[in-house]
C-alpha cells in the first residue's frame, strides 16, 4: 500500500495513489482460483460457459496450447484445434469469469516459448512429441 502525502499539489503523487486503486480493484474482481500448470506445446481441454439468452451451457475447447501472453490479471492463451480440416485458433483470458476449469491432457516437449510454426506445417509433421512422466 503506497502512503502519499502530496506536497504542494505534486500530480506524481496522485499517480501512485491511482495505481494503487487500480491494483486493489483488479484484486478484489478477480477470484483467486487454483489453475494448473501448463505452458506452450500442452494439450489442454477449456470448459468454457456459453450463454444464449437465458439458458446456460459448458463447451469444451480442446487444442493445442500455442502461447501464453501477458502477466497478472491481463495474462491469456491461445489454443489451436483442427476443426473439419481447417485450423481454429482461440484465445482465452486467463481469469475470465466464464472460464469454467482448465484440464491439462498431455504435456508436450517444445523448445520455443510460442508455436506459431504450427500453423504452416499439418499431417504427421505437426505431432509433438509427449513427455514421458
Given at each position: 500500500m503506497y502512503i502519499c502525502i502530496p506536497i504542494q499539489d505534486c500530480p506524481e503523487s496522485k499517480i501512485l495513489i491511482i495505481m494503487d486503486l487500480v491494483k486493489v480493484a483488479t484484486n478484489a474482481i478477480v477470484e483467486n482460483r487454483e489453475l494448473p500448470?501448463?505452458?506452450a506445446g500442452d494439450t489442454v481441454t477449456v470448459?468454457?460457459?456459453i450463454i444464449e439468452g437465458t439458458k446456460e451451457r459448458i463447451q469444451?475447447?480442446?487444442g493445442?496450447?500455442?502461447?501464453?501472453?501477458?502477466?497478472g490479471v491481463t495474462q491469456?492463451?491461445?489454443?489451436r484445434k483442427i476443426s473439419n480440416g481447417v485450423g481454429v485458433e482461440r484465445i482465452f483470458p486467463l481469469f475470465s469469469p466464464k472460464i469454467d476449469k482448465v484440464v491439462?491432457?498431455?504435456?508436450?516437449?517444445?523448445?520455443?516459448?510460442?508455436?506459431?510454426?504450427?500453423?504452416?506445417?499439418?499431417?504427421?509433421?505437426a505431432r509433438i512429441e509427449e513427455k514421458k512422466s
Open positions: 500448470t501448463f505452458k470448459h468454457y460457459k469444451q475447447y480442446q493445442v496450447v500455442l502461447q501464453r501472453k501477458g502477466s491469456t492463451f491461445t489454443v491439462v491432457d498431455k504435456r508436450g516437449i517444445v523448445r520455443r516459448a510460442r508455436i506459431f510454426y504450427l500453423r504452416n506445417i499439418s499431417g504427421k509433421k
